[in-house]
Structures are given as structure tokens and as C-alpha cells.
């Protein structure tokens, strides 16, 4: 069964300053998103990593992707308070009997504060 | 291009009583999913559907039934309402490949159980 794991699930940070939240799975997949959510919303898609070594960057968000580890980051860089939201990653299950199935970590709940 | 679209966007049932709630994109998506977002807690896969006729379980399918007789349409039973089923629920949708690889939400149904 895949899992998926992110941590931490609290983040407080201090706007300027730098972070990673990471996203840890355990089986193979081909495709793995990161999202954004504001409260009582629905989800918003920050970026899509198709492959091993993928590096995708928007604005003060980068994200990366390391199949072998089962690994992949979402860095945050001097942070502002807009960035203040839960951020979740998820991982599309390509083998298997759950094929296609697609599985969300925890979500990590960021506040940025002056 | 409506996108995913859900309805109803909010209702209060009564336990026992039954209810349908609907999920309908219009992009030809191959892949639909249907979750449950608990208050401050992350997604929790219910059912999904890899094309028409084709369902499965996700993490937390009891209570639940699914269809998918169209690819457009993927709605969601609920038999029997119990209070641990409020909660926000959210319908998604993508292509097995192609299309940005992006995974299009609805944007929610909250639902109570009283």
C-alpha cells in the first residue's frame, strides 16, 4: 500500500527566512504534485515532477524530485506572509493493483509571521 | 470549459437519510477520485475510477458507494448518514497522461450530519 509522508506538519516561520518541508513515499510512481490550500478552499496545483531529478521553481517555491530515494522537497525562500497556507504532496500510484490510485501526505500547515 | 464541477456546494442531513452528491468534468478525463477533508486534517482517498465502468476503494470507502456508467460523471452515494460523516469532500480529475498532467478539483460540497 503506498504511503505517503510529509514532515513537518506545522511550519512557523519568520518571513525572510528559508525552509523545506519534504514528502516521503514508499512505492513506485511516475508523477508526484504539490498543492496549496487557504482555509475553506479548494486545492490549488503548484507544480507537477514527472521524473527523477526534476526541478520546477515559482516564484519563492522550488520543488524537486528524487525517485530513488522516494523523495521529493519543496523548498521555501525568504519567506512572506502571502505564503501562509497547507501545502500537501501527492503521488500517483503507477504499479500495482492501485493503479491509479492517488495518495496525499498529511499537509503541512505553514504560517509565515513578521 | 466548466472545468470539475460539484454539487450540491453545501448540505445539512439527518442520520439515516441518504443522499447523492455529483461530480462532472467535461475534459475527458480517463481518471476521477473522490476524498474527504476532515477539519484540519488532510485528504483521505474514498473512491476513484480509472474510466467508465471501472471503480475501486480507496482508504475509507465505508458508508460510501460509487458509479461511473459515463466518463464524464463520477457521483457518490452516501447510504445511511452517520455523524462521522461530515466532512468537506472534494471531486478530482485528470488524464492518464497529457493535458499538463494537471489534477483538476472541484471546488468542495460541505456536508454535516446531524
Known amino acids: 500500500e503506498l504511503k505517503v509522508e510529509q514532515n513537518p506538519l506545522f511550519l512557523s516561520m519568520q518571513e525572510g527566512k528559508n525552509y523545506t518541508i519534504y514528502c516521503n513515499y514508499s512505492t513506485t510512481s511516475d508523477r508526484l504534485y504539490w498543492y496549496r490550500q487557504d482555509p475553506g478552499k479548494s486545492l490549488e496545483s503548484l507544480f507537477v515532477?514527472?521524473?527523477?531529478?526534476a526541478v520546477k521553481q515559482e516564484g519563492r517555491l522550488m520543488a524537486s524530485l528524487d525517485t530513488k530515494a522516494r523523495l521529493s522537497t519543496l523548498h521555501i525562500t525568504a519567506a512572506v506572509h502571502d505564503l501562509s497556507a497547507t501545502y500537501f504532496c501527492?503521488?500517483?500510484?503507477?504499479?500495482?493493483?492501485?493503479?491509479?490510485?492517488?495518495?496525499f501526505g498529511q499537509g503541512t500547515i505553514l504560517t509565515v509571521h513578521p | 470549459n466548466a472545468g470539475v464541477t460539484q454539487t450540491p456546494k453545501f448540505r445539512i442531513l439527518k442520520i439515516g437519510q441518504s443522499m447523492t452528491l455529483q461530480c462532472a468534468q467535461d475534459?475527458?478525463?480517463?481518471?476521477m477520485y473522490w476524498y474527504r477533508q476532515d477539519p484540519g486534517m488532510g485528504l483521505k482517498l474514498i473512491y476513484y475510477?480509472?474510466?467508465?465502468?471501472i471503480t475501486d476503494k480507496g482508504e475509507v470507502p465505508n458508508g460510501y458507494n460509487v458509479s461511473r456508467s459515463t466518463t464524464e460523471d463520477f457521483p457518490l452515494r452516501l447510504e445511511l448518514a452517520a455523524p462521522s460523516q461530515t466532512s468537506v469532500y472534494f471531486c478530482?480529475?485528470?488524464?492518464?497522461w497529457g493535458g499538463g498532467n494537471t489534477i483538476y478539483f472541484g471546488e468542495g460540497s460541505w456536508l454535516t450530519v446531524v
Open positions: 475510477s480509472v474510466g467508465a465502468g
Open positions: 478530482a480529475s485528470c488524464l492518464r
Open positions: 501527492a503521488v500517483f500510484n503507477a504499479g500495482g493493483t492501485s493503479y491509479g490510485k492517488l495518495t
Open positions: 515532477l514527472l521524473s527523477n531529478g
Open positions: 475534459m475527458n478525463h480517463n481518471y
